[in-house]
């Protein structure tokens, strides 16, 4: 599997009541999918999605995810579509390698210097911070006049420019040349900015 960047919007009422009821029924499929001692971390994920689908880890999620991409694996829009059936959203991914690298590059740096930690789920505001962030530094690797969204977030977010501009004046283009960079961070913010649950972002190879 080559790696990708997923981003997941939940949705823990659905997931309660489908995704339990799915791994109730197909116990020995999912089976196959878990590490060691799969009867007991079978139980732990059913207990966690009938509490909340945002209590699963990485692990766990990464798990159910590859049990539904194997169950589907000739149509990957099916995959999507099962995944939200189930109270996982996947509305947008990074399928480069390379992409996924520098995209991950710009988070740690913001990470650092922003004292925000980012982890495998997090809030949205706190999300679209750092999309803006990102905006803000991949607008200055391409070197371009600055885009009129680009103008109006500056305007309300003028921290994260001068931290964006710093970071980019220590880093210059060494964290990827490449205007794809920029149409990820404009594009997620767009789907994001006016959600107000948790994102999650799995990383999976």
Known sequence: MAEELYFIKTNPVIAKI???NKLCREENNILNFLNDDKKTSLEIIKNKVKDSVETLNQE??????NWLNN???TDKEEVKTQLFINGLDVFYEIPSESHVNSFQKILLDYEKHSQCNLNFISNCENFNQFLIYGIFYTEMIKKEEESISSHFLKSDHRNLYILAENQFNL???DKGNNDSLYNYFAELYDLTKFYKGSIIK???Y
């Open 18 to 20: 489908n995704l339990y």
């Open 71 to 73: 169950e589907y694996s």
């Open 60 to 65: 766990e999620l990464s798990q159910i995810f």
């Open 202 to 204: 799995l990383h999976q």
């Open 171 to 173: 880093n210059g283009v």
